[in-house]
Nanobody, 125 residues
Framework: VQLQASGGGLVQAGGSLRLSCAAS????????VGWFRQAPGKEREFVAT????????YYADSVKGRFIISRDNANDTVYLQMNSLKPEDTAIYYC???????????????????WGQGTEVTVSS
C-alpha cells in the first residue's frame, strides 16, 4: 500500500488543522493506520492509531482530548483532526500502516511497514 499525507501548514496556537492520509494499492481496509510525528532534533513519536474498521483508536497522552483520528474506507483515507494546537505540536507528521491489524506495540514506529512522505505542521505562539 502507498500512503500520502497532506493538510499540514502554519497555524496559530489554539487553532485547528486536519491532516489526511490517502492510500492507494491494496485494499485500504485491510490495514490499520497510525500517525507519528518528528520535531527537529527529536525522535519520531507516536501520535494516534486506528484499527481497520475504525472501531478502535489509541492516542498518545500528549494529544489525548485534542486530536481525533478517523477513517473513511470507502475513500481510502485516514484523517487526523488536530484541535487546540500548541507550539510543541510543531513537527513533520507521517502516516504509516502495519501489515494488517493494529499491532500490539502500536506506539512503536518499528511496528509499521509502510510510510507516507510526511506533511509539515507549524504552530506559532
Amino acid at each position: 500500500v502507498q500512503l500520502q499525507a497532506s493538510g499540514g501548514g502554519l497555524v496559530q496556537a489554539g487553532g485547528s488543522l486536519r491532516l489526511s492520509c490517502a492510500a492507494s494499492g491494496r485494499a485500504f481496509s485491510s490495514y490499520a493506520v497510525g500517525w507519528f510525528r518528528q520535531a527537529p532534533g527529536k525522535e519520531r513519536e507516536f501520535v494516534a492509531t486506528i484499527n481497520r474498521s475504525g472501531s478502535s483508536t489509541y492516542y498518545a497522552d500528549s494529544v489525548k482530548g485534542r486530536f481525533i483520528i478517523s477513517r473513511d474506507n470507502a475513500n481510502d483515507t485516514v484523517y487526523l483532526q488536530m484541535n487546540s494546537l500548541k507550539p510543541e505540536d510543531t513537527a513533520i507528521y507521517y502516516c504509516a500502516a502495519p501489515r494488517g491489524e493494529t499491532p500490539s506495540y502500536y506506539s512503536d514506529y518499528l511496528s509499521y511497514n509502510y510510510w507516507g512522505q510526511g506533511t509539515e505542521v507549524t504552530v506559532s505562539s
